[in-house]
């Protein structure tokens, strides 16, 4: 099996409102880029990597955290698009050929708490099903709302699951996703909508409430708090496990 793994890294990052990209922002004393590339690093299921970077910043996602921090699997970087899909497709294009590949998985840049056992569950659903995403079931009562605010109906929550990332495809299904969008000028808000647009049914893998998008101030605070827990109960099970 040969996996490809694309991260798209290239947004701007307004709502962070920060001079610097969400992406390189520090989180542990690393860049949040470097915490979910060192997810995929790590994974023996994972051939390589291709990240997608602003055309501006290609040089210092080399510089500042490929080369630093010694991602092997990294085998190339590519400029991002006017639109995430843009950006993807970039990535997909510069792939080989895609009968090298057995799935093509694409995972946010800004999504750093990803395990390694979700990316095998949503690698194994993609394998028997064809395309798979992690998401989670909503837990709030979800309402439709119009643009003035108003309420239209109350939507059945059973229903509605909150989609995440990594999102993984058989290698012919998600190439042939990207060119059909293309030729009806379709733009979807994720790769799994260009999928369900070509009839092909898209597996939902229940997620983590862990897993989240690092996009404004408020996220940032978040994903300290996260990462803090996660070291600290990596170091309470080290102790148990030193224990006579």
């Not at 990052?13 to 949040?32: S, W």
């Given at each position: 099996?040969?996996?490809?793994?694309?991260?798209?890294?290239?947004?701007?990052?307004?709502?962070?409102?920060?001079?610097?990209?969400?992406?390189?922002?520090?989180?542990?004393?690393?860049?949040?880029?470097?915490?979910?590339?060192e997810v995929f690093e790590n994974l023996p299921e994972i051939n390589e990597i291709t990240v997608v970077a602003q055309t501006k910043a290609l040089e210092f996602c080399q510089n500042q955290i490929i080369t630093p921090f010694g991602f092997k699997k990294v085998l190339r970087l590519v400029p991002g698009g006017k639109e995430r899909q843009d950006s993807v497709y970039n990535a997909i294009k510069a792939l080989q050929r895609q009968d090298d590949?057995?799935?093509?998985?694409?995972?946010?840049?800004?999504?750093?708490?990803?395990?390694?056992?979700?990316?095998?569950?949503?690698?194994?659903?993609?394998?028997?099903?064809?395309?798979?995403?992690?998401?989670?079931?909503?837990?709030?009562?979800?309402?439709?709302?119009?643009?003035?605010?108003?309420?239209?109906?109350?939507?059945?929550?059973?229903?509605?699951?909150?989609?995440?990332?990594?999102?993984?495809?058989?290698?012919?299904?998600?190439?042939?996703?990207?060119?059909?969008?293309?030729?009806?000028?379709?733009?979807?808000?994720?790769?799994?909508?260009?999928?369900?647009?070509?009839?092909?049914?898209?597996?939902?893998?229940?997620?983590?409430?862990?897993?989240?998008?690092?996009?404004?101030?408020?996220?940032?605070?978040?994903?300290?708090?996260?990462?803090?827990?996660?070291?600290?109960?990596?170091?309470?099970?080290?102790?148990?496990?030193?224990?006579?």
């Open positions: 099996m040969r996996v490809a793994v694309i991260i798209p890294a290239a947004g701007t990052g307004r709502r962070m409102h920060q001079a610097t990209p969400k992406q390189y922002l520090c989180l542990g004393g690393r860049p949040i880029l470097a915490h979910t590339l590949y057995d799935l093509i998985v694409v995972h946010d840049g800004v999504r750093p708490f990803v395990t390694p056992e979700e990316v095998r569950r949503v690698i194994g659903a993609a394998l028997e099903h064809g395309a798979a995403i992690l998401a989670m079931p909503a837990n709030d009562t979800v309402k439709k709302v119009n643009r003035t605010g108003r309420i239209q109906k109350t939507l059945n929550r059973q229903d509605i699951w909150l989609a995440q990332t990594p999102q993984a495809f058989q290698a012919p299904i998600i190439w042939r996703a990207f060119v059909e969008a293309y030729g009806r000028d379709f733009y979807g808000t994720d790769e799994a909508s260009l999928v369900e647009a070509i009839g092909i049914p898209v597996f939902a893998i229940p997620g983590s409430v862990y897993n989240i998008k690092v996009t404004t101030p408020e996220d940032l605070v978040l994903a300290e708090a996260i990462l803090a827990f996660r070291q600290q109960s990596r170091t309470t099970t080290r102790d148990r496990k030193a224990q006579p």
